[in-house]
Structure formats: C-alpha cells, structure tokens
C-alpha cells in the first residue's frame, strides 16, 4: 500500500466516523453556500469593473546570473472552458480574447488587474467574484524569441511556482507536468527552441478540494479551513481563516517566474554551504560546499570545478561519465582556504550586522565554461537549547548544534512520546530522546525544571520578539518590491524573528529579505491545527515539495527552525520530515510543534483590558502565538471602506475580520474605548483615535511583559500576527498599505535593544538588556508629573547591565497622594549622563491600557521645525509650548491635497509625550510624494500642520 492510499483510507474512515464523532472533530469546511441573509450587505452602490482591451505586448528576456532569463511581458491567460488545447499550441492561434497576464502572479490577479473583476479587498466586492473560481482551469501563453546562441546546445525552462498542478508544452511538444505550489519544474528542451517565435503553454488546473469559502458576518467568522488543507502543500489559508476571507481562486496560477536556463553540458543542482564555528570561539569558521552537478553531453568530461567568494578560493579537478552526475564536497581538510579566520558573522537584527557572502561556482573544461552557479550565503551557527526524557533521567536540560552532532542523520528527538512538564498555568510537554541516541550529540546544561527551547546564534541566546505572517498577500502579489517595506516595518519595530505560518510566504524574495533585515525564520510546512485541520492526502507529493523547498532555501543564514505544521504534529509525516531535513539541511533543528512541545500553548489572540494577565499567567517560555486588535488609522479605513459603510460599526467591519462574536474580546475593547473619556465616541474619526491609544499601550504592555521575565524560563514571543494578508481590523503591526501608528511604536518601544519599563506585576524597575552591549554605572530613574509638568515624586537607582542580560531594580509606587491622571516617566541614563532607554505611562490610581480621562485632557500647544539631511530624509523638532503636557504626539507626512500619509514611511520615533518646554527630535524616511506635502503633528491634545519643502 503506497503512502497515499495510506491516506486516502485514513480520511474516507475519518469521514465514515464523522457522525458519531462529531463535525467538531475534523475541520471539512462547510457543506453548502451560506444564505443571502447570512450575507454581509453594504450601503455602497456596486461596483462597475471595466474590462481592458488586450493589447500588443512583447515577450521580454529579462537576464539573470547564470545563464538564465525572466521570461515575461507577454503572457497571456483565459479559462480552461473557453480554449481548445491544441490550436493553443500553434503560433497563429487567434488570442484576441485572452487577458494580458500577470506572471508571477494568480489567476485572480490577472482578472482584477483586467478589470474583469472589481478589487477584492475594497469593502464586500469579494463577494462579488463568483466562487467557482476555484474550481476552473486556465491557460497561460507567451511568444517569445531565444536569446542569442540558446539554440546552438541545450537549454531547460525553469517554473519557480506554479499552482496546483501544471503541464508545460513548448512549440506543439509536451515537456511534462508538476504539482504542488511550493516546488520547481525543470523542463529539458533541448532541440526544441527555435531562434524566433517560440510558443510556450501552460496549463494550470486548481485544488482538488477547494472547499466552500465562508464568508465573514457579525455572529461567526468561519471554520478556519476546510476541504483545502487535504490538497497540502498549497495556500490552505486561501479557503478563508479568521484573518482573511476565502479567496476565489485558491490562488491558482503561475505565481513565481518562468525562466530560460542555458545548459552548456554542466547542470549543477542546489549547492549547499555549511557554516561551522568551533563555539565558544566565534574567530574562525569551517566552511563546507557541497556541488552538485551532473553531465547532460554524451561523451565524459573532465571538469576543473572552481569557487569563490570574498577571497575564499577553491578548485579540483573532476571526472564526469555521460549523463551521470556526482556531489563534489569541498571542506578545509581538502582546501584550506574554507577555514576561514575572523569570518563576518550573520546576526539576528539588534544583535549585530548581517552581512551576506556571494560565492561564485564555475566548471571549466579548457577554456570553456560549461556551467556557473551563484549562490549567497552568511556565516553563523544555530544551536538551540531545550529539555528532554530519557530512560535514566525527566527534564535533561541540552544544548546541541545540529551542525556538530556526532550521530549524523539519525532521529534524535521522539515526538510521540511526551511527558506533561507540569508547569504553572501552560499546557507543556517533554520530547523524548529516541533509542540509542548519544549523550555525546549535547551539552549539558545546569538549569532545572526548564522545558523551553531557546534559539542560539553564534553562541548567544537569542531573546526572539517577532510576529507571525499568516500570508504575505492574498492574492500572492509577492515580488520583493512589494515585500521590502514590511521588512523595513519589522526592522522598524525592532523584531528579530518572523514565523512562516504554514509556510504560505515560501518564495525566494521573502527568505532573501530576511537574510538582509536580520529576521530569523521559523518556517511551518503547509499544515494547520492537528486533531482539526485535515491532513494532505497526498504524502509523497507533499514530501516531494518539502525536499525541493529545503534544497532550495537551505543557504538562508536567516532560517532557524523547521517545523511540520502550526499547532500539532506531522502525525502520518512525521519520520518523513524529520528525514528531510536531516537528508537535505543537517544544520537546523526539527521543532516536533509549533506549541506546547518546549514551548507554551499558543495563544490568546483578543484583546486583554486586564493586562496584567501577560505578566501573571502568559509570559512564559517561547510562545510562537499571542495577538491583540489593532484597528488601524481612519485614513486607512477609507482607502477599503465606502463612505456609507465606515460609520456606524457594521458588516463591513465584519467582512474585515472585526469578530464581535468570536476569540477577539471586542466587547473589551469597547469598554475601555469608553474609560477614555466621560463622553462616548460621536464618529469614526473619534473611534480610531481612542483605539490607537489601545494599540500602544496594549501591545507595550504585552512584549514588556515578556521582557520582565526574561531568561527566567522565558525566552521568546511572537506576535499574531505582524503583517496583514488583506485590509483587516485585527492582528497586525502596521496597516495593508504600511501605515504606521500605536500598535507599531508601542511594540518597537518595548522592543528596545537596552529597555527601561515598570511591571506591572511587582512595581519593580526592570531592564531588559538583550542586546550584546553592556553597561556599568547606569541610573535608572523613576517619576511622577502632573499635567501642568510639576514632577511630584522621584526616585534613582544606580546599577550594572550585564549584555544579553535582565536587571531587575526597585519596586516603586506611585505616591496615594496623587490624584486625578499623571505621567509616569522612567529615564535610563548611561555613566555620561546620556539616554539609554526612556518609558512613560499614564497613570489613573492604577495602571490600565485606557487611562481614565485621558481624552479629556486640556490641549497642549506645539511648535514644530524641520530640516532636510543631506539625504532627503526629514529631521523635525517637536517642541511643546504651552502649559499642558502633550499626549502621545505622533508626526506623518501628509499630501495636503488629500489629507492622507505618503506611504511606506518609516520615523524613528512616535508616540511620545512631552512635558511643558519639552522637545523631542525625530527622522522620518518617506517617498517624495506627488503634491504639496506636510508634517502632520497629532496626538492627544494636540494637532498642527508644518508645511515641507519637497
């Protein structure tokens, strides 16, 4: 019986015990459409999308390294119903009546950007876009000339990614098939390309199992999934989720590039480069390559095998038989030159720089090269800390460097076999060490009654803030450009981590952008919640995705665990993956689960008016999970909302993941909406205002309670989610089109590399130093000031800060004399007298995320300066000037003509107060805008517009 009948019958007697088990017990979806009047409705008049007339568009050869061509400007795309399979191969066929593609891109997006279909992610227009998408077949095409002397030897077609499945015909002749939305198709066409007018088909078919997607209402927002997941490895979430709504195509279509590779007689496959410190020593690295390649000419070659990269050179000379291929490893035991002294170490962000390697692979034969290979890398080594079983001993505390383990390829840890750790208020368990496995693979480490895992890079724990990515878009418009502003926002927030959920951002640009912005990478395969979500039915193709998906990303210095799916475990895969990855990276450990194994349970996601609850009950250990909402700024709300459907609160806001009724505790956050002020919220204006104010001081709170406990078994979160796949009203750091505002600067203030804060547990001063710098004779000072600046209390404390370190100080109490609200204000000053870290709170006879009466304050006067930096950005000064301290201030530049922010823009500071005479400098970096721009000072209490100079 192969593994996929194994899994057929699993899930025809999963679906057989359905009636007795419960629908509760695997997630298919639901059966049937929702009736009209479980439908959102809108006040807006519909939508009337325009289709574009096709136009006469050129194929573009677009050059890379390595022999290889983008193919693209020319695409075309219709549905499978209206094309006849054969004329679509010859060079005359009529495509009068096909829509100019968008490749890379989805089905959907061609049709959106054709005008067939109106913006799915404005208001209820998804609505309007007929599900049965999802069930349809497509056709792509391109005419394109070969580039100079591609006809004269070999040549192959690359597609980066395709979904679901995909037959490829070149000039009347069919190449083969693929399947599966995370691999590559190679494809030989030798003799088949002609010089001039070349016609390349795809065919794209969906899911199989596309399921029925729910839409979002006031009273549910949907199952999370369905039918969908049994078609794994694809985009699961793209049925529908609590975060996005069911996307008509499944994200069907050629949603990576389609490449020209020549094939001069060499093809390499994907090289490995394998970096290893002798740790605790960080000043040499052992350099591993591994190539390989393979002969596709019919007489034996012999190669002279060349690398090289940043004066790290290498060579041998090889021997290759006709169609065979080999993999040649290159170690500094057969090249010295791959020990490597004083390497430039890869860091995660605040924990030192990431700098990239760029080695260049060559085979020669004479004077003749027959193939290159460019492959990036960075130095650094993972090791990871955790606690296991075994037979003598419970709760053995290790540390190993998968890298270095002396059992190399063999199973060291056993996630079938767990042991309740028994740890307050977290449901955690205990892996086992699988049988015969060598004490010698760890190192012991002195720490007991600790199950959680800790990342290390280089040596150095690594204190992991960071945020999930339930997808990068939902309609995988993914290129880099697209992409590079919410790594710019990340680095922005001063993130280190960010998890692949369920892998569906599994592309080239997001690793790469990784890499450079210093975000670790937790990446999940493609599959959700065990014992709910269903399992792919198909083991091998997904097997065969995840080789192809490890092979190809393995040199990212930024991936740092490998995971089988979010919230359960690999079940019938489990040996499967684990053999993957040992077989194909080697470097990186297998984390059995996204939770509870080492790690806490995950969640809550909703909004928490008890803060304290994060210190008391959820801070601890490596929770890869724990949300908030975060309703973004009104100019964003209209940029998806019609005018009719903004105010009052309604389906809309629903249909955008606004669950009165769901894990979202919006009844909460309406309550402390209201402490703001003895007066409701008259408008929406007034609404997102106070929300801000939530989204700093809950999200602040949330990581500052994890700072609080930091290395005391606590050693990381991530937040759901930082990015969002669609416009949305929950989860995220920053809005759809990159808006900044308090749920990004609370979070990248609490965030600080060296961070001064007041738990709200203990009263205790805390600093949490995960940074690699230390300090000696710091002051840790502590007061209270009224409204009018009167500093009515103060206290200082003078300490050492160890790096990568916690110093937990006095516990201090604003004095009972203190009535009505005042500003807590904690300053962390170096032994020069200069700002560290500084951290203020409101204060109402207790700390809350919506201090009382703080809407109600009187207004503060600003004055507000600006230059311009040598290199366009825009410094301003903020300084206030009245007799009112200045609430939350918060600067964005705006195009005048229409009120709204110039966008992605990135400022260094936000979010502050400011007593009477004070000022705060702050950056901002922004696109030049089309129009009249401004500096648009906003807070509390305060607002002003400064004109700029373009």
């Known amino acids: 019986m192969t593994r996929t009948t194994h899994s057929l019958l699993i899930v025809a007697l999963a679906l057989a015990a359905l009636p007795a088990a419960g629908q509760s017990t695997l997630n298919f979806g639901i059966p049937r459409r929702q009736s009209p009047d479980e439908l959102p409705r809108t006040s807006a008049p519909a939508p009337r999308p ?16 390595d022999d290889q061509w983008v193919i693209t400007g020319a695409w075309e795309m219709t549905d499978g119903a209206s094309a006849v399979s054969q004329p679509i191969l010859d060079p005359d066929y009529d495509t009068s009546d096909w829509f100019d593609a968008t490749v890379p891109g989805t089905a959907l997006t061609t049709l959106v950007d054709q005008g067939v279909y109106p913006d799915p992610y404005y208001g209820l227009n998804n609505l309007l876009i007929p599900d049965s998408l999802s069930r349809t077949d497509w056709w792509y095409r391109i005419r394109f000339d070969a580039p100079e002397g591609a006809t004269d030897g070999g040549a192959r077609l690359l597609l980066n990614g395709i979904n679901y499945r995909a037959t490829v015909w070149l000039n009347g002749r069919r190449l083969g098939s693929m399947a599966g939305a995370f691999r590559r198709g190679w494809f030989d066409v030798r003799g088949l390309l002609r010089e001039r007018d070349n016609v390349l088909a795809v065919h794209i078919s969906p899911p199989d199992n596309p399921g029925i997607a729910h839409e979002q209402n006031s009273e549910e927002f949907g199952p999370n999934g369905g039918a969908l997941c049994l078609d794994g490895p694809t985009f699961i979430a793209s049925e529908g989720w609590d975060w996005m709504p069911g996307i008509r195509d499944r994200n069907a279509g050629i949603w990576q590039d389609v490449r020209l590779c020549l094939d001069r007689g060499v093809v390499f496959g994907d090289p490995q480069v394998i970096t290893d410190l002798p740790l605790p020593d960080t000043t040499r690295a052992e350099i591993t390559v591994r190539v390989p390649l393979r002969n596709t000419g019919g007489r034996a070659l012999t190669l002279t095998l060349e690398g090289a990269a940043e004066g790290i050179e290498f060579g041998r000379e090889v021997t290759l038989m006709p169609g065979t291929g080999q993999v040649v490893e290159f170690t500094p035991a057969t090249d010295p030159a791959l020990l490597v002294a004083n390497p430039r170490l890869w860091w995660p962000n605040g924990y030192g720089p990431q700098p990239l390697y760029t080695l260049r692979i060559a085979a020669r034969a004479g004077e003749d090269t027959l193939g290159t290979k460019t492959v990036r890398f960075g130095i650094r080594e993972m090791s990871y800390e955790l606690a296991v079983d075994t037979p003598e001993r419970e709760g053995w505390r290790i540390e190993y460097s998968p890298t270095n383990v002396v059992q190399k390829g063999k199973i060291l840890f056993d996630y079938t076999k767990l042991r309740d750790a028994n740890v307050p208020n977290r449901n955690t368990f205990t892996p086992a060490l699988t049988a015969g496995t060598d004490p010698a693979n760890f190192r012991e480490i002195g720490q007991t009654g600790n199950p959680y895992l800790v990342i290390r890079v280089n040596g150095t724990p690594i204190f992991c803030r960071g945020g999930n990515w339930g997808m990068d878009d939902a309609m995988k418009r993914c290129s880099r450009e697209q992409l590079e502003p919410a790594f710019r926002l990340h680095r922005l927030s001063r993130f280190n981590m960010i998890r692949n959920w369920t892998g569906e951002s599994t592309e080239e640009a997001f690793y790469d952008l990784c890499d450079e912005y210093g975000m670790l990478v937790w990446n999940d395969f ?19 995705n995840a080789t192809d998906a490890v092979r190809r990303f393995r040199n990212h210095p930024s991936i740092a665990v490998w995971c089988p799916r979010n919230e359960g475990y690999g079940e019938g895969l489990e040996e499967d993956l684990h053999r993957i990855i040992l077989r194909e990276d080697g470097t990186r450990h297998y984390h059995g689960n996204s939770r509870e194994v080492n790690m806490p349970g995950s969640g809550p996601w909703g909004y928490h008016d008890q803060p304290l609850e994060y210190y008391t009950r959820l801070s601890h250990g490596f929770n890869s999970e724990l949300g908030s909402n975060s309703v973004p700024p009104l100019t964003t709300l209209r940029k998806f909302m019609a005018p009719e459907d903004i105010w009052p609160i309604g389906d809309v806001w629903y249909y955008h993941d606004y669950h009165v009724h769901g894990w979202s505790g919006w009844d909460a956050l309406h309550r402390d909406i209201d402490r703001l002020s003895a007066k409701p919220c008259r408008d929406v204006a007034e609404f997102c205002r106070r929300a801000d104010i939530l989204n700093y001081n809950g999200h602040r709170v949330m990581f500052e309670a994890y700072n609080h406990r930091m290395w005391d078994r606590t050693s990381g979160v991530l937040y759901w989610m930082s990015h969002p796949a669609w416009p949305s009203l929950i989860c995220q750091t920053y809005s759809y089109d990159f808006q900044t505002y308090g749920t990004l600067y609370g979070t990248r203030k609490a965030c600080e590399p060296t961070h001064v804060q007041w738990n709200l547990n203990d009263r205790r001063i805390v600093i949490a130093n995960p940074s690699q710098e230390s300090y000696t004779g710091t002051t840790a000072t502590f007061e209270v000031y009224d409204l009018a600046g009167h500093r009515l209390f103060s206290h200082t404390v003078t300490t050492d800060i160890p790096r990568n370190a916690r110093a937990d100080l006095d516990s201090v109490a604003v004095p009972a004399s203190t009535r009505g609200l005042a500003l807590v204000r904690l300053t962390l000053r170096d032994s020069r007298g200069r700002v560290v870290s500084d951290n203020d709170y409101w204060y109402n006879e207790g700390y809350s995320n919506a201090p009382e009466g703080l809407c109600d304050i009187a207004p503060a006067t600003l004055k507000v300066t600006t230059t311009r930096t040598a290199d366009g950005s825009l410094r301003a000064t903020v300084r206030n000037t009245g007799r009112t301290a200045a ?37 901002i970096d922004h696109p030049a805008g089309t129009g009249p721009l401004a500096l648009r000072t906003e807070g509390v209490n305060c607002a002003l517009d400064t004109p700029l100079k373009n």
């Open 50 to 65: 325009e289709r574009k007339p096709k136009t006469d568009r050129r194929a573009i050869l677009v050059p890379c390294p």
């Open 526 to 544: 493609w599959m959700s919640t065990g014992k709910y979500n269903l399992m792919p039915l198909d083991y091998d193709l997904f097997c065969d």
């Open 887 to 923: 609430a939350l201030v918060r600067c964005n530049v705006v195009d005048t003509a229409t009120g709204d922010p110039v966008l992605p823009a990135y400022a260094s500071d936000n979010y502050f107060n400011l007593l009477p005479g004070e000022q705060r400098s702050l950056r």
